[in-house]
Nanobody, 127 residues
Framework: VQLVESGGGSVQPGGSLRLACAAS????????MAWFRQPPGKGREFVAA????????AAADSVKARFSIFKDTAKNTVYLQMNNLKPEDTATYYC?????????????????????WGQGTQVTVSS
């Protein structure tokens, strides 16, 4: 599985960005796709996830009022729409994928549960 992120950049507080994650896998019926972010000097944290087969989505409390995750099945692409961006949203954003029915030692929203990652895309929010 290969994941390629795009759409990062620099924006002023209050602005919007849409990140895209294009996946090489043709059939994602058994996968969960997610966005994580890693601020400078900190660990990778969960942002949002979507179950490919059902479209069910979830987001971290810190972003759920401002960010949304959705997919385009025809393009095999997952998006993260980010609105009302704040300086604390500054981070490298990563797209990850894991099997839908995960049974390993990590919680389903921990980065350790995701074996597949993209290269990351930088988002900087600054005035």
């Amino acid at each position: 599985v290969q994941l390629v992120e795009s759409g990062g950049g620099s924006v002023q507080p209050g602005g919007s960005l849409r990140l895209a994650c294009a996946a090489s896998e043709q059939t994602f019926g058994n996968y969960v796709m997610a966005w994580f972010r890693q601020p400078p000097g900190k660990g990778r944290e969960f942002v949002a996830a979507i179950t490919w087969a059902t479209g069910n989505a979830a987001a971290a409390d810190s972003v759920k009022a401002r960010f949304s995750i959705f997919k385009d099945t025809a393009k095999n692409t997952v998006y993260l729409q980010m609105n009302n961006l704040k300086p604390e949203d500054t981070a490298t954003y990563y797209c990850g994928a894991r099997v839908r029915f995960y049974s390993g030692p990590y919680r389903t929203t921990e980065s350790g549960a995701f074996p597949y990652w993209g290269q990351g895309t930088q988002v900087t929010v600054s005035s």
